[in-house]
Nanobody
Framework: QVQLVESGGGLVQAGDSLRLSCAAS????????MGWFRQAPGKEREFVAA????????YYADSVKGRFIISRDNAKSTVYVQMNSLKPEDTAVYYC??????????????????WGQGTQVTVSS
C-alpha cells in the first residue's frame, strides 16, 4: 500500500494562490492514478481533481475547473494541485488519494483505496 503525506495548506486571502503537494512512498508511484478531494465543515467529502498515472488525462470538479491545475512528477513520487483565484468556499481540508484503478471518468471517493491525513486550506474574504 502507498503512504501519502500532504503539505502546503495554509491561510490565504480570496484571490490568492496556493500549491498543495502530496508525497507518496511505499510502492511504485507510477502505478497509481491520483486524486485530490476536500471536505468542508459539516459537508461531505467532495472530488476536486484527478490525474492518470502517466499524467495524460486529468479530471476536475466543475467548481474548480479553470482555477485549479493538477499535475504529477513520477520521478519525485509527488502529485500537486495548483489552486488559483481562491474563494472562501474553497475552505476545506484537502486530501490526497491514490488508486490502482485506471480512471476512465470523473471519480468518486469510493474509487480510491489510499488516503493522506489531509491539509487545511482556509481562504478569508
Amino acid at each position: 500500500q502507498v503512504q501519502l503525506v500532504e503539505s502546503g495548506g495554509g491561510l490565504v486571502q480570496a484571490g490568492d494562490s496556493l500549491r498543495l503537494s502530496c508525497a507518496a512512498s511505499g510502492r511504485t508511484f507510477s502505478s497509481y492514478d491520483m486524486g485530490w478531494f476536500r471536505q468542508a465543515p459539516g459537508k461531505e467529502r467532495e472530488f476536486v481533481a484527478a490525474i492518470t498515472r502517466n499524467g495524460g488525462t486529468t479530471y476536475y470538479a466543475d467548481s474548480v475547473k479553470g482555477r485549479f491545475i493538477i499535475s504529477r512528477d513520477n520521478a519525485k513520487s509527488t502529485v500537486y494541485v495548483q489552486m488559483n483565484s481562491l474563494k472562501p468556499e474553497d475552505t476545506a481540508v484537502y486530501y490526497c488519494a491514490a488508486t490502482l484503478l485506471r480512471l476512465l471518468r470523473k471519480p468518486g471517493s469510493a474509487d480510491f483505496g489510499s488516503w493522506g491525513q489531509g491539509t487545511q486550506v482556509t481562504v478569508s474574504s
